[in-house]
């Protein structure tokens, strides 16, 4: 099981790009990196997912360097509404796809 | 496309009680996952179920217990409430089983 350390926060300004590194040193080879959003009060939300390399989508992009030892999560230009908590997860290689969900980085969007 | 949801949204209930919570997943998805999530922590998988048949289980004891049906609707079912097991409680569904999931709003549950 590769466990995945995040900050606990993080404070930026509107229009600022933001980026949210994880760490997942035991990171299997078949794992694939994903990122969810969560608001207050509701269930989380899928971001992007991963395995090397770089994705992107229009919401986010995902770095993951060679290594996969770590990957950083960059949201581009925030706004007020992107203030909520991000939580990196790996996937887990057997069969059943569960999220195991660490507990997440705050992001604070200020005006 | 409908999305995910869940009822009721609000639940108080006694410990010792029994409690069901219920989930619809989304369209055309046959996975259906449960999480509970304690105030300030993430969400802990409980279980899953795939086409009908439970298909993973987290780190809860046996008085959690599931049911997935023919419609991919499901239940999650708690027996002899305990105060710690008020929580917001999860639902997340997904085409086949995959790391992309998509959350219901939940169901906060509140044992007194």
């Known amino acids: 099981l590769a466990k995945t350390t995040q900050p606990i926060s993080m404070d930026s300004y509107e229009g600022q790009e933001v980026n949210i590194t994880c760490s997942h040193n035991?990171?299997?080879?078949?794992?694939?990196i994903t990122w969810y959003q969560q608001f207050p009060s509701q269930g989380p939300r899928f971001i992007i997912q991963g395995y090397k390399t770089k994705v992107t989508n229009e919401v986010a992009s995902l770095f993951i360097p060679a290594d996969r030892k770590s990957s950083t999560l960059s949201l581009p230009r925030v706004s007020l509404s992107d203030t909520a908590v991000y939580y990196c997860?790996?996937?887990?290689?057997?069969?059943?796809?569960?999220?195991?969900f660490g507990s997440g980085t705050r992001l604070l969007v200020r005006p | 496309e409908t999305g995910v949801t869940q009822s009721p949204t609000h639940l108080i209930k006694t410990r010792g009680q029994q409690v069901t919570l219920r989930c619809s997943s989304q369209?055309?998805?046959?996975?259906v996952s449960w999480y509970q999530q304690a105030l300030g922590q993430g969400p802990q998988f409980i279980f899953q179920y795939y086409r009908e048949e439970e298909n993973g289980r987290g780190n809860f004891p046996p008085r959690f217990s599931g049911l997935q049906f023919p419609n991919y609707s499901s239940e999650l079912n708690v027996n002899a409430l305990e105060l710690d097991d008020s929580a917001l409680y999860l639902c997340?569904?997904?085409?086949?089983?995959?790391?992309?999931?998509?959350f219901g709003p939940g169901t906060r549950l509140t044992v007194t």
């Open positions: 997860l790996v996937g887990e290689v057997d069969s059943s796809y569960k999220l195991i």
């Open positions: 035991n990171i299997a080879t078949n794992d694939y």
């Open positions: 997340a569904s997904s085409l086949q089983l995959a790391l992309e999931q998509y």
């Open positions: 369209s055309g998805h046959n996975t």
